[in-house]
């Protein structure tokens, strides 16, 4: 069985910074694409970054230059570091991991980013 454990959400003012840890354990062999999801309410999940095994990262229009989406295969956990924050990243943001060719979805870490 695998677990996912996100964790670095919160509360921030505008321009300000935050690190999304997302974290797996368990029966694990090999974990392929890393992805970095978030939804708004009322609006439909949407992808923000993923990085692949090869470790080449690709991120939506929205959060080029702003945010970094990394992985550290020892432990198993990608992260997601989010500068220049703005009111419209506010979101529930949701890692999913392939592991052993299966999805696997965290539990989502609210991020709200306000003044």
């Known amino acids: 069985q695998v677990q996912l454990v996100e964790s670095g959400g919160g509360l921030v003012q505008p321009g300000g910074s935050l690190r999304l840890s997302c974290a797996a354990s368990?029966?694990?062999?090999?974990?392929?694409?890393m992805y970095w999801y978030r939804q708004a309410p009322g609006k439909q999940r949407e992808l923000v970054a993923v990085?692949?095994?090869?470790?080449?990262?690709t991120y939506r229009d929205s959060v080029k230059g702003r945010f970094t989406i990394s992985r550290d295969n020892a432990k198993n956990t990608v992260y997601l570091q989010m500068n220049s924050l703005k009111p419209e990243d506010s979101a529930i943001y949701y890692c999913?991991?392939?592991?052993?060719?299966?999805?696997?979805w965290g539990q989502g870490t609210q991020v709200t980013v306000s003044s």
């Open positions: 990085i692949g095994s090869g470790n080449r990262p």
């Open positions: 999913n991991l392939v592991i052993d060719s299966r999805s696997h």
């Open positions: 368990g029966s694990i062999d090999k974990i392929y694409a």
